[in-house]
């Protein structure tokens, strides 16, 4: 290869990227075969660009219109090459998508890697999928030589991997005519990647259902041999295709390295004609939380690659990979006008529709292997009980949660309606931002009294999509802490334990706190939701709950708080000696005392923490004086 000294310009890595290529280098990972599906999926997506390019503008084909990878052999050199015949790279090109790192979801990688033993991190990996810098973890040197389709430049880039890589201007000569040669220079561990049965065995393995075909070019001077024909796999009948043919598919167009979750491929005939083959990964994709909540499945249109972009499925399921090829759409369908087309929208629905249906079918045929999948996506799932009203029921009976009784599994709705107490008439939730503090609620108690089952929700859209979800299945949806709890008709376990009629002592003290406590509360009454807890907070009957609440004021949603409902346990040996006391200072004090440890106990501070102090050393000091 020859460059323009005079032109050549050396740059160094962006910060990611050296980062990257630290750990590329360092790390002790033993399935390095990695490297070459990356390496192969990028040439992949080159000859995919470049089809669809050819659309508006055939001459870019030229006399060569047959899409191709080449995949080329030096063993005495320790030299590998994989070559394609697409859209090709111009320097500015070069520069961006070799020294740059544009997606937020490997930079949560990186820190995940950092952040992790040796171990993990080397088998984080192999699950997240690395690119074009993976070749680092078996060469010494990698050397990109490109030329963009319809260019008359050509330019080599070139670097070790250690912080640095150089730009320059290639002679026609020593470039391909059109594409894209990435030269590696294998270390001397690497040399077994110079092997003709090893590369055969990793690309039928690993890339054999790529859309282009590809072949192997043993020693310089030999007539490459086709090791895989370029045929799509979701073109083929489902009954043809092994377990393994679509896992190694998934890998390939998921950038991931572990095993689907489920498989779903399905050809639609009729008014509107596509195939599609979509996976539910087996583990999350670090990009899953990405604030643009995109989408990752691939458009295509009669196997002419359009675009990543589509937004073919709905933002809750954006963890699901694969593709959809329809035999509709226009090819030459610009990728700004796309969105708007209604056959797309069409296609959208039923594939959002036979996704929903095939999961539905997997959760009720296998409940271990549904809820592995709702223990890494049901957070997400849930956006859709929010955001998606059209199929807001069939996502509710999809939808699992952790329960009261639920012993630390999931547990569907049905099931819940299916273990409806005596009188029950609502369906009870819990919000809040943390399991182990739900469990631990007050406002719980009086259910466990009845032995009936209140929905644990401890994810923040949790809140949301209750508020805007009236009813399932005729039963409303009722949060334990807002409103009257109505328990009064549901039997209690204990039948000899007996709700205790308030008494006079009782119901004068609860009044005396109302007026002590004055614009502090909306309300204090006495409580048939507490059984061990003397005091605990409710929100208003009308409103958002006292999670949801929170959330809003956290968001600047909320112009103002509401105030809250102290509830008292009329039967708590507290509340009763509190009753029968007659200092009339010592039970003001008291008073405060129990609305600020009902915020406790809701996870707040006390409103003024100065006065709490005082107070409770003034009740204490008298508790010691006898």
Not at 456 to 484: I, Y
Not at 585 to 590: C, P, R, T, V
Request: hydrophobic share 45%.
């Amino acid at each position: 290869m020859t460059d323009a000294p005079n032109r050549t310009e050396s740059r160094a890595f962006e910060a990611d990227v050296s980062r990257l290529l630290h750990i590329m280098v360092h790390a002790v990972y033993s399935d390095k075969d990695v490297f070459l599906r990356e390496l192969i999926s990028n040439a992949a997506d080159a000859c995919e660009k470049l089809r669809y390019e050819a659309i508006a503008e055939p001459a870019l084909l030229g006399d060569d219109g047959k899409l191709r990878i080449l995949v080329g052999i030096n063993a005495e050199n320790r030299r590998l090459t994989i070559e394609d015949n697409g859209i090709g790279m111009s320097r500015d090109d070069m520069v961006e998508a070799l020294g740059t790192i544009a997606r937020s979801g490997t930079r949560a990688f990186m820190e995940r890697v950092e952040a992790a033993q040796a171990k993990e991190g080397a088998q984080l990996i192999g699950q997240f999928g690395v690119g074009f810098y993976s070749a680092f973890m078996v060469a010494d040197r990698v050397d990109v030589l490109s030329r963009r389709a319809g260019s008359d430049e050509a330019w080599l880039w070139s670097s070790d991997g250690k912080g640095e890589f150089s730009v320059a201007p290639a002679a026609l000569e020593d470039a391909p005519p059109r594409g894209t040669r990435v030269v590696l220079h294998l270390a001397e561990a690497a040399k077994t990647y110079a092997e003709r049965h090893t590369l055969e065995r990793i690309i039928k393995a690993q890339s054999g259902h790529v859309p282009v075909p590809i072949s192997l070019l043993s020693k310089p001077g030999e007539e490459p041999a086709q090791i895989a024909d370029g045929a799509a796999l979701w073109t083929r009948p489902k009954a043809e295709i092994s377990k393994e043919e679509y896992t190694d598919f998934y890998r390939s167009i998921a950038g991931q390295y572990d095993e689907p979750a489920e498989t779903i491929h399905f050809r639609a005939e009729g008014r509107h004609e596509y195939a599609a083959l979509a996976f539910v990964p087996g583990s999350r994709p670090f990009d899953l939380f990405d604030v643009d909540r995109a989408g990752r499945m691939k458009l295509y249109v009669k196997r002419v690659f359009i675009t990543d972009e589509a937004e073919l499925l709905p933002r809750y399921l954006r963890f699901v990979r694969g593709i959809v090829d329809s035999a509709d759409l226009p090819l030459n369908v610009s990728r700004e006008m796309i969105q708007d087309s209604p056959l797309l929208a069409a296609v959208r629905k039923g594939v959002t529709n036979r996704i929903l249906a095939d999961l539905v079918k997997l959760a009720d045929s296998d409940a271990a292997r549904f809820a592995a999948i709702w223990e890494n996506f049901g957070t997400v799932i849930k956006e859709g009980l929010y955001e998606d009203y059209e199929r807001r029921d069939q996502l509710l009976g999809l939808a699992r949660f952790k329960t009261t009784t639920s012993a630390g599994g999931w547990r569907g709705l049905k099931d819940y309606l299916g273990a409806l107490k005596e009188n029950q008439t609502a369906i009870y939730v819990l919000a809040g931002d943390d399991l182990a503090r739900l469990e631990a609620s007050p406002q719980l108690e009086g259910f466990r009294a009845r032995g009936i089952e209140v929905l644990l929700l401890s994810d923040p859209v949790d809140s949301f999509w209750v508020a805007g979800t009236p009813e399932f299945e005729g039963k409303p949806l009722k949060s334990v802490t807002q409103g009257a709890a109505d328990l009064a008709l549901i039997p209690l376990l204990d039948k000899d334990e007996k709700p205790a009629a308030t008494d006079s002592g009782i119901t004068d003290f609860v009044a005396f706190v109302k007026l002590t406590l004055g614009d502090a509360v909306a309300d204090v009454r006495a409580s048939d939701r507490l059984t061990e807890s003397a005091v605990c907070l409710v929100a208003p009957e009308n409103g958002p709950d006292r999670q949801f609440e929170r959330l809003l004021a956290a968001a600047g949603r909320l112009d103002a708080s509401a105030k809250p409902i102290l509830e008292i346990n009329p039967r708590h040996a507290l509340v009763v000696a509190l009753a029968g006391a007659a200092d009339e200072s010592f039970k003001a004090d008291a008073a405060h005392l129990l609305l600020d440890e009902a915020r406790i106990l809701d996870g707040e501070r006390p409103a003024d923490a100065r006065a709490f102090s005082q107070r409770l050393a003034k009740v204490l000091s008298k508790g010691l004086q006898g």
